[in-house]
């Protein structure tokens, strides 16, 4: 029995499988969740560019119609790509400032609603400083969901804001 047992202790032929299967958990854990996490920071990066995206689109309109919008959202649902974009919705509003009075002038909210565009005249008193400003203030929302589900399941929604001058310098109105 003794020199079984010292057979068995000075025999290493299986030392590096069994390390294998001890530290696989971990090396899986770390890889899968790192992917995870890049995964998490460029779906919040896409769901920013998207908003500025279709802020930056309604600004460059002197006026915009219900199909121009609808266009504008399937650009800015474009800017998720690769990811799926079909959870993206967002509210336009144009604000502007008259008098000592930030007003919303025209919201649309067929890309979807956002409830945070209801502060649009707020959102906008940092673009919006002198009276005759003008703003596009764009609020979206992006639900989330990893193709993984190891280590965790991710399901996030994003919500991004983004503001931007009408390149004419003047309102940008909305109409038919």
């Known amino acids: 029995m003794r020199g079984l047992l010292g057979r068995f202790r000075r025999d290493r032929a299986g030392v590096g499988a069994v390390e294998f299967a001890l530290i696989l958990p ?6 899968l969740g790192s992917f995870q996490v890049f995964a998490l920071a460029r ?9 500025r995206n279709l ?3 309604v ?10 919008i609808a266009d504008f959202c399937k ?9 799926a974009s079909s959870t993206f919705k967002a509210s336009i509003a144009s604000v ?3 008098g ?6 025209w919201t649309d909210v067929s890309c979807g609603a956002v409830t ?20 596009i203030v764009v609020s979206a929302s992006y639900a989330y969901t990893s193709p993984l589900t190891f280590p965790l399941t991710l399901n996030v929604t994003f919500a991004s804001t983004a503001m931007s001058r009408p390149r004419l310098g003047t309102a940008v109105t909305y109409g038919t």
Do not use: H
């Not at 971990?26 to 890889?31: D, E, S």
């Not at 779906?43 to 908003?51: E, F, G, Q, S």
């Open 43 to 51: 779906a919040r990066m896409l769901t920013v560019a998207a908003t």
């Open 59 to 68: 600004s460059q309109q002197d006026s915009v119609s219900p199909t121009q």
């Open 75 to 83: 650009a800015g649902k474009l800017s998720l790509l690769p990811l």
């Open 26 to 31: 971990t090396m899986l854990f770390a890889v």
């Open 116 to 135: 945070a565009i209801s502060g649009a005249a707020t959102t906008a008193a940092s673009v919006t400083p002198a009276a005759g400003d003008s703003a």
């Open 100 to 105: 000592s009075i930030r007003k919303i002038d």
């Open 55 to 57: 802020a930056d689109l």
């Open 96 to 98: 502007t400032y008259t």
